[in-house]
Nanobody
Framework: EVQLAESGGGSVQAGGSLRLSCQTS????????MAWFRQAPGKEREGIAS????????YYSDSVKGRFTISRDNAGTMLYLQMNSLKPEDTAMYYC??????????????????????WGQGTQVTVSS
């Protein structure tokens, strides 16, 4: 079993920055990929950034590319999401996820919620205009 716990959410003005953290524990070597998802009220859960824990290769959705950066520590126990130039449309509950995925994030597969079987509780991000 893998346990995930997010932190770092909050309320900021448009143009501001936040850094989210996700602490992992348990059988972390049963996973090879981690991701950040977000979900706004009435919207589908959206994969926005992911990373292979071994190689460090990253993937981003068009909506956050150039503004957000996903990273992990060397031990693989912490996952981060640096969010810059925040916009009101970034307002959502942000979730950390982990799973064992194909070695190639083809056709956006790594940003599908059904590819992940481990989830954190979520942390709220609110961006005001």
């Amino acid at each position: 079993e893998v346990q995930l716990a997010e932190s770092g959410g909050g309320s900021v003005q448009a143009g501001g920055s936040l850094r989210l953290s996700c602490q992992t524990s348990g059988l972390i070597y049963t996973i090879n990929h981690m991701a950040w998802f977000r979900q706004a009220p009435g919207k589908e859960r959206e994969g926005i950034a992911s990373i292979y824990t071994g190689s460090g290769r990253t993937y981003y959705s068009d909506s956050v590319k150039g503004r957000f950066t996903i990273s992990r520590d060397n031990a693989g126990t912490m996952l981060y999401l640096q969010m810059n130039s925040l916009k009101p449309e970034d307002t959502a509950m942000y979730y950390c996820a982990a799973g064992f995925l194909p070695l190639n994030c083809y056709e956006g597969v790594c940003h599908r919620p059904d590819q992940y079987n481990h989830w954190g509780q979520g942390t709220q991000v609110t961006v005001s205009s």
